[in-house]
């Protein structure tokens, strides 16, 4: 398959272009390093911080002799898109190139202008792109969970059936989110939704959780080949931030009461959903909406496992509760399905307190990188 990566510096991306350039495929990327510049602004540098592309796709053709073409350019500049699709004629997309850190959507006018401009526009370009060069291409979109919020009914895969006065049809699932940055996401749904309807274009929208973890098959070959791996309050995810505090000898920061529950994934079933979604593309005009995720938690029992793996390991650490900066429920109803990905074959890498030990033995050979200004949230927007 001939696949180009949007966002291929990424935690996610770079991962994903290494998996399927060793499986053969013809791989692209493409970035614009927008995430390392927000970290340097924001002073949230990741623990280690990944070689950039050239030096890193080099590594990789040296291990593997498998090519990884890697181009510098800003996606929301559509010569830039319509250049390299034109160039490499791509078969699927996966679209990661945007920018995904709630914090730093609600951290004020320009950052709030900056995330909705660039994911509206990049996903805007790809379409346009897609549907005036390469008409079959299977678009992957990274969407989130945090689309569809924390209703009080079960959350479906991506759709709704609803009996209205006696009358049914199916909708797109009602989403309210919690950011800026998770509306975006809504944003980019609609945009694609409108755009498969109107022009029959493929798209699989992919509605993540949270993901965890720093190693993958292919970044065990060499740890110059390692993702960038971030524990800061901008761009950390959860379960990475309480990795590092547990090393670090800081206490665990559980925001508020604890009981929010979210829907994981190990950062090898992230490769796997995207590499399912990608050998079983959908038909033209096709929208299939994927919640991939492998099981839930609340904020309170990921801190209390790591808690209880690290104090096994002699880390001594400590779980305490701070005030929440979000405005989001503490403590609420959470039942989302997700079978799409395990019908298609997903086997998951499940949390257990071996891959938590793992994770943990790992980060403490770069304990002395970790700054510990970079833990407590700098960015409120409750109230
Ligand atoms: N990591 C998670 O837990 C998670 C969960 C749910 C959804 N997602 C989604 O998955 C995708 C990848 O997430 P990630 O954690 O790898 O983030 P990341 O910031 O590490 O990767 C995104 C990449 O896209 C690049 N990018 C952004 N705008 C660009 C532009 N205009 N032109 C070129 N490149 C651009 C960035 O420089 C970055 O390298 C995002 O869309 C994110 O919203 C991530």
Request: proline share 5%.
């Amino acid at each position: 398959m001939r696949i180009m990566i949007l966002g291929g510096d990424g935690y996610l991306g770079w991962p994903t272009a290494m998996h399927f350039a060793r499986r053969g495929h013809d791989v692209a990327v493409i970035d614009n390093y927008l995430r390392r510049r927000i970290a340097r602004e924001t002073d949230s540098q990741a623990l280690i911080e990944a070689n950039d592309l050239p030096q890193r796709c080099s590594v990789f053709y040296q291990l593997t002799g498998r090519e990884i073409t890697h181009i510098e350019g800003d996606l929301n500049d559509p010569s830039v898109l319509y250049e390299a699709v034109r160039a490499h004629q791509p078969e699927s997309i996966i679209h990661y190139a945007e920018q995904p850190s709630a914090p730093y959507s609600m951290r004020g006018f320009d950052e709030a202008r900056l995330t909705l401009n660039n994911n509206l526009n990049v996903t805007f370009n790809v379409i346009w792109a897609v549907k005036d060069l390469v008409p079959d291409c299977h678009i992957i979109k990274l969407g989130t969970m945090g689309e569809y919020g924390t209703p009080n009914i079960d959350i479906e895969e991506g759709w709704l059936e609803v009996e209205h006065k006696g009358r049914r049809d199916t909708f797109l699932y009602p989403r309210q989110a919690g950011s800026l940055y998770h509306t975006t996401k809504i944003l980019d749904t609609d945009l694609l939704w409108f755009y498969v309807r109107t022009y029959g274009l493929r798209v699989t929208d992919l509605m993540q959780g949270p993901v965890y973890g720093l190693s993958t098959e292919e970044s065990e070959m060499d740890e110059r080949l390692l993702p960038n791996f971030h524990y800061d309050d901008i761009f950390g995810t959860v379960v990475n931030r309480f990795l590092v505090q547990a090393v670090a000898g800081i206490p665990l920061t559980i925001y508020g009461k604890g009981g929010q529950t979210r829907g994981y994934l190990n950062l090898r079933d992230t490769l796997q959903c995207v590499d399912l979604a990608a050998r079983s593309p959908v038909e033209r005009g096709d929208l299939r909406i994927l919640n991939q995720l492998t099981e839930t938690f609340t904020v309170k029992e990921l801190a209390d496992q790591v808690a209880r793996v690290g104090n096994r390991l002699g880390l001594e650490v400590e779980v305490q509760t701070i005030p929440n900066p979000r405005q989001e429920a503490e403590e609420h109803y959470y039942n989302p399905k997700y079978s799409g990905l395990l019908d298609l074959g997903l086997q998951p890498h499940y949390l257990t307190d071996a891959v938590v030990e793992d994770m943990l033995t790992r980060i403490l050979r770069y304990r002395a990188c970790i700054d510990t200004n970079r833990i407590m949230p700098r960015v409120k927007w409750s109230g």
